[in-house]
């Protein structure tokens, strides 16, 4: 077990990202599909700088704080502000070698350089790798992952912050509320995703960082494999970059008067029709041809304490409608301690086999035991295809198990879909190509898997419809040995506190969120949690108070709230944006509403692209007129 006894080192992973608030028609490279960074601005990636903040409390007894980076020469000016913050020495790893690198071949540099880090600074084992949950530019939340893997250590995701007792102890965002674990050694990575003692820069540390040297690391420096780096070493591959604006489902009627607003509201509420969207299953025939992967379509079943997931099952809808085409089997992989009496769910809703693993060890998630069982399954069973929920537990395990099974992964995909593609001359016949948000929701990107037998994807819970239950659907239970011993936990959970703020946020009938554009946590507290309460009132359902991640970011509320790509997935019958821009990220973690109303100052924001009805004008105006509309006595619904 870790003790304080010894110096606790630090190594931070930052990244230089592009100022995505301002983007460039030029800044894609569309033959490439590759970021055209030299023509944004760049800023020290967010999260980034919250992984420096809690690195600064970890380190212990003169340990030392390495900030590392990977990027162009110009990303030495970025680690020269984590210097002039609290970093003791700073690396640049800058290759063109490591141009165009997917999140994986982006790991296996990042780790070859820590390997380095710790055998010239002469760290020992006792040390923490730190970062960024995540990049405002990719958003995948991969690498972290990966390169624990890559370095076989454990991983602590979504850590808040940290204290030392007898242990380190980290308090973090769990699957199933906030949970206290404490590693059971060093190293150990983790992830963060706030801090609550920020280091600001002091001009003292920002003239020292003037005159120390940076060293530059090239592939060469580390002896790597061309092959592994960049657009070699990728397993994925972006094949189309297009606007989200193509998706864009109607026009929005935008009212002047607040009263109005509320009886248009009332109307479309007691019709209660949903919105029709387009087919699941796309239509593909592979007409007699040979596909490029083989082996059945899976499903990572996430389950808590014997209750299956909700994703688990709208997955196993998608994965009926991938295979279809295929000719191949779905199949369904389930871990816990006796998880076997689930699997006739998992049945009834389309697995036509359910891979079963009880081992107490599988008890609670912890990635390493749950990355074991599933890399044995893979690779006994060589599925094409592996769905898993983009949960924080799916988003914190498919990384790992990507990396490991040497399969590629796209994350927060909100299509999927089987189809051709050209390479290098090539037909590639029947893939998978997965599309999602990126660059905060400018840009939508289709990828597809390289390199690699296996392709994987991460989907956000309430994007795909489950199946109704058939009960007399019969498939087969398989019981394997998942090879999880003591030596996989890395970690010990101390304490959980469930949020029951998630359940109610994913079920309700009726969420008002608020964003950055409200100035403010004061003004976010007086006009969005008033709102949420008066259209419960007056349409007589459960209402929640949602935000977007920048209102997150910005401290107006706790991220339990938060709706979007990286936050939850809601599908209420009226979603009420205030103050949102409508980037896509959060488009795809409401887009599925009944009814979508937009209150905003900005009459040309996104978010009306996507809303049936809105309100332009100044919120300080707006919003009480509006709750003003919601109390009349003539406003009640009837």
């Known amino acids: 077990m870790q003790t304080t006894s010894s110096p606790i080192h630090c190594i931070v992973l930052v990244k230089q990202v592009p100022d995505i608030s301002d983007l460039r028609p030029d800044a894609w490279d569309t033959d490439k599909g590759t970021l055209r960074r030299g023509v944004l601005d760049s800023i020290l990636n967010p999260l980034d700088a919250h992984a420096l903040n809690l690195a600064n409390r970890i380190r212990r007894g003169g340990g030392r704080i390495i900030a590392l980076t990977m990027g162009p020469p110009q990303a030495e000016e970025m680690l020269l502000d984590c210097l002039a913050r609290c970093a003791d020495d700073a690396v640049l790893l800058t290759d063109r070698f490591f141009a165009g690198a997917d999140t994986c071949a982006t790991a296996y540099a990042l780790a070859s350089a820590i390997r380095r880090i710790v055998r010239d ?101 580390l002896d790597l494999p061309t092959e592994r780096l960049g657009l070699s070493g990728s397993r994925t591959q972006v094949v189309r970059i297009f606007s989200p604006d193509a998706a864009k489902e109607g026009q929005c009627r935008l009212l002047t008067d607040a009263a109005q607003l509320v009886k248009e509201i009332r109307s479309a509420w007691g019709r ?97 035991p749950y990355k074991t069982a599933l890399t044995t399954a893979i690779a006994r069973y060589r599925p094409q295809i592996v769905l898993f929920g983009a949960t924080p537990l799916g988003r914190e395990l498919a990384p790992r198990v990507a990396y490991a099974a040497g399969a590629g992964l796209t994350a927060d995909c909100t299509q999927l879909e089987i189809g051709d593609f050209e390479r290098d001359g090539k037909t590639h016949v029947a893939v998978l190509k997965q599309t999602r948000p990126a660059l905060g929701g400018n840009i939508m990107a289709t ?37 999880v011993n003591e030596t996989h936990v890395k970690m010990d959970v101390l304490d959980r506190q469930p949020l029951s703020n998630d359940t109610r946020l994913s079920e309700a009938d009726i969420v008002v969120s608020g964003g950055k554009g409200l100035g403010c946590k004061e003004a976010f507290a007086r006009f969005i949690p008033p709102l949420a309460k008066a259209f419960g009132a007056l349409l007589k359902a459960e209402s929640e108070v949602g935000a977007s991640r920048a209102a ?87």
């Open 272 to 368: 209660g029709a949903r919105k029709i969207s387009k087919s699941d299953c796309p239509e593909y025939e592979l007409q007699g041809r040979e596909p490029a992967h083989t082996g059945e379509v899976w499903v990572f079943a996430e389950q808590e304490e014997g209750s299956l997931h909700p994703v688990s099952l709208e997955l196993l809808g998608t994965a009926r409608c991938l295979a279809k085409p295929l000719g191949a089997a779905v199949g369904a992989v389930l871990l816990g301690d006796t998880p076997g009496e689930l699997g006739a769910t998992l049945i009834a809703h389309g697995a036509d086999r359910v891979y079963v693993a009880a081992n107490p060890l599988l008890t609670d998630f912890r990635p390493v």
């Open 121 to 221: 600074f002469e760290l020992g084992s006792n040390y923490v790798v730190l970062t960024g949950m995540q990049s405002t530019d990719g958003d995948t939340a991969q690498v972290p992952a990966q390169v624990a893997e890559e370095l076989g250590m454990g991983q602590i995701a979504y850590a808040e912050r940290a204290e030392w007792q007898d242990r380190l102890l980290v308090h973090r965002i769990g699957p199933r509320g906030k949970e206290t674990v404490a590693p059971r050694e060093f190293p150990i990575l983790v992830t963060v995703t706030s801090s609550d003692v920020p280091v600001h820069r002091s001009f003292h540390r920002a003239r020292a960082a003037l005159q120390q040297p940076v060293p530059r690391w090239s592939a060469r420096d």
């Open 447 to 483: 990828i597809v898997t390289r390199n690699s037998d296996t392709q994987m994807a991460t989907v956000r819970p309430a994007v795909m419809k489950a199946l109704p239950a058939d009960p007399d659907r019969r498939g087969e239970i398989v019981a394997f040995d998942s090879g």
């Open 552 to 638: 997150v970011e910005e401290g107006f509320i706790d991220r339990h709230h938060q709706v979007g790509q990286t936050g939850l997935t809601v599908q209420p019958r009226l979603y009420v944006a205030v103050a949102i821009s409508g980037a896509i990220q959060h488009i795809s973690g409401m887009q599925n509403a009944d009814l979508i109303v937009a209150i905003n100052k900005d009459p040309h924001a996104p978010i009306f692209r996507h809303a049936d009805l809105g309100m332009v004008g100044e919120l300080d105006t707006l919003v009480p007129a509006l709750l003003k509309a919601l109390q009349q006595p003539d406003s009640v619904a009837s």
